[in-house]
């Protein structure tokens, strides 16, 4: 068990009233400075989490964006790789850690906005001016 | 007694097969994820936040079937997004009746009145549709005014089918237990076969942090629910996870227990958390740090989660582990869980007039006031 993983004794756990929850950061256009291996990993890691597409740059000067579903980190930056889905282009993609220039965070982050709070917020609103059948309708894909 | 005992018969002696072969790792219910679009727009919902080309993407019926076969677990819980937006969402379940799997298709169940002719009653089959609570709470809790109407409408057309429904309700802080009490009462008298509850859980990509409970505030609000209970309730779950709910039992994560499969593969560590996919049911087995999680590992991703998903293998297993396990389900089956205790602890629980929305906004500031 890593130190990073445990935080919490079972008594800690089990006495929690509220969960703590995780912080999400605001990544939506952020381009990450990749100076070191340490700097790539740790911006892949939040492409990894990040709720929209992200444009990787490769070495060889090609532009994906991409929506990065996975990761599998391994000793080396050869050994590591990211699994994405590309817009028009059917079945997963996959692509080396090593291959990997620039990263920018570009799409919409479709968890933006999305909170409790913000819907309660709405809902008052529109309710108050008199709306009928409040709803919130998923984003149109096609 | 909600589940049948053509279901029960076939999960215990899986369980049974399981362990005298000394598997010490095994799947009971597949969670099968064919597509993440919604025709619901949850705030909060972690699970169809993604972008539209990625929501376009659907499992195909030849692939559910191979991870079906390649997990092996009796039943099969068809979440989603919305399972019913999937153009070949027949086919699928037709294919896991074939082969003899128990299947809980989930469902927000806007669609389902139209589309029950297309489906037929099979002991197989269950739909298990989300209703959060009564109207007022339903229809605020999916962002959606009218979806309470849609959703009961759906569920009274498959009864009169002859379809096996159950009920699946989530309930997060703020949860006024007198009215999930009424709830229980509003359902049953609905026809269906029983109730499916769980705690919400502060998953990691769930948008909203905010809103879920504690363990110790989970124990409390689910005793005081599911104590002296009424004659005509049902429950289409283990009764020894509902006792785990309500603080009688201590239980342990078992997360291998309801793999969950999706476009991007087999997810890890379970249905909830997505620490990374394996492309194999085997290779999620043998490669994940099972030890980094679950409410033992002091890992605070899993710190509030005392979901179904998890928990209930555990139930399950305990239950069909030993003949002590066994008379434990047996006695929870058909006891009303009488409690004094309970009862005054229910009643210290403010009892709302009215599903007012104005009790998620109190209970919002309420919770955030205190972290």
Redo the contacts between chains.
Sequence with gaps: ??AE??????EQ????????????QQLEGWVPELASEGDLREALEKA??Y???VTITTKAGKKIEA?I????TGATLAESYV?Y????VEG?QKLSYAEISRLEFT??D???G???????KA??ER?AAGE??????????? | MAVPISQMWTVATYVLKKRFTGANRYPLVLMLEPLFRCNLACAGCGKVQYPPHVLKRMLTPEECFAAVEECGAPMVSIPGGEPLLHPQIVEIVNGLIARKKYIYLCTNALELKRRLHEFTPSKYLTFSVHLDGERDHHDFSVCREGGWDLAVEGIKAAVARGFRVTTNATFFDGTDPHSVRAFFDEVMDMGVEGIVLSPGYSYEKAPDQHRFLGRARVRRLFRAILSNRKPNWKFNMSPLFLEFLMGDRKYDCTPWGSPAYNIFGWQRPCYLLQDGYAETFQELLETTKWEEYGVGSGNPKCANCMVSCGYEPTAVMDGFGSMRGLWAMIRGTFSRYNDPHALKLLNEFPKRESHSTLVQIESTEREMATR
Excluded: C, S
């Excluded at chain 1, 993983?5 to 079972?10: F, I, M």
């Excluded at chain 1, 579903?69 to 599998?72: C, D, G, K, L």
């Design positions: 068990m890593t993983v445990q935080k919490y004794t079972r756990v089990e006495a929690l009233e509220l969960a703590p929850g995780t912080e999400h990894f989490d709720r929209g597409d929506f579903f996975n990761r599998r699994q889905f590309e817009a028009n997963k799409g919409k479709r968890a933006a999305k909170h409790w709070e913000d819907w309660v809902y008052n309710k009928k059948n409040i709803a919130l309708h998923p984003d149109k894909i096609d």
